[in-house]
């Protein structure tokens, strides 16, 4: 049984440079989502993918946050010009739609620091 | 707007109960999780509700009323493997989970 997939586990950056994120979810799971979570912190939302389409996108997150599920399999989020402040855990989930509670399945989360 | 609200930290004892508590004001609200996390590590589910009433699942309960936009983990028995953020979650409609900043339950000896 191979559960969400993300990867890299950790990268470190320096500020503004651009890193990518890559996430495999569980394989008949339709549903992606992007969480974004830092230290005594809840996951916050960032956004979420149905198949192939991005269907909603936080407000808050900024225009240097992209991502993208193309094949509607896996997904990967882009962040340009990184700050200090995007320093996180960046948690992808998955999860089959509307089937029994809905709950959503956590990979173990990219680690990124920026210097 | 969302707001998810449950206490930052608790403490308890081996053997003993604890409940956690959670009160939410979300729009769409359409069911309550609850999910653990233990440091360094992604959250595992641990119990949904979506009508009031009292859900079991072993050494873990939970409880909800819509009416009062209000939620508790209760934990029996507890282990020193509990010690761990417990996080409490809404979901919107039926898209994404909306989470409080979770509560770090430390369980002494």
């Known amino acids: 049984d191979t559960g969400v997939s993300q990867n890299p586990r950790h990268k470190i950056t320096k500020r503004g440079q651009n890193v990518t994120f890559r996430c495999d979810p569980i394989?008949?799971?339709?549903?992606l989502y992007w969480y974004r979570q830092t230290l005594g912190q809840g996951p916050e939302f960032l956004t979420y993918?149905?198949?192939?389409?991005?269907?909603?996108k936080s407000r808050l997150l900024s225009d240097r946050f992209s991502a993208e599920r193309p094949k509607g399999s896996f997904s990967t989020l882009e962040i340009q010009r990184t700050e200090q402040g995007d320093s996180a855990m960046y948690l992808c989930?998955?999860?089959?739609?509307?089937?029994?509670?809905?709950?959503?399945?956590f990979g173990e989360g990219s680690r990124l620091t920026v210097l | 707007g969302q707001n998810i609200d449950q206490p930052t930290e608790m403490t308890a004892t081996e053997g003993a109960i604890v409940q956690i508590n959670c009160t939410y004001q979300?729009?769409?609200?359409?069911?309550l999780f609850w999910y653990q996390q233990h440091a360094g590590e992604a959250p595992t589910f641990l119990s949904y509700?979506?009508?009031?009433g009292l859900e079991e699942k072993g050494r873990f309960s939970s409880f909800l009323s819509r009416s009062k936009g209000y939620s508790y983990l209760l934990l029996k028995e507890l282990q020193m493997k509990d010690s761990a953020s417990y996080l409490c979650?809404?979901?919107?409609?039926?898209?994404?989970?909306?989470f409080g900043t979770g509560t770090r339950l430390q369980v002494f000896p």
């Open positions: 979300t729009s769409g609200f359409n069911g």
């Open positions: 979650a809404a979901r919107v409609n039926t898209d994404k989970l909306i």
């Open positions: 989930a998955s999860s089959p739609q509307q089937v029994n509670t809905g709950e959503l399945f």
């Open positions: 509700n979506v009508l009031d």
């Open positions: 993918f149905q198949n192939e389409a991005q269907l909603e």
């Open positions: 394989s008949e799971h339709n549903r």
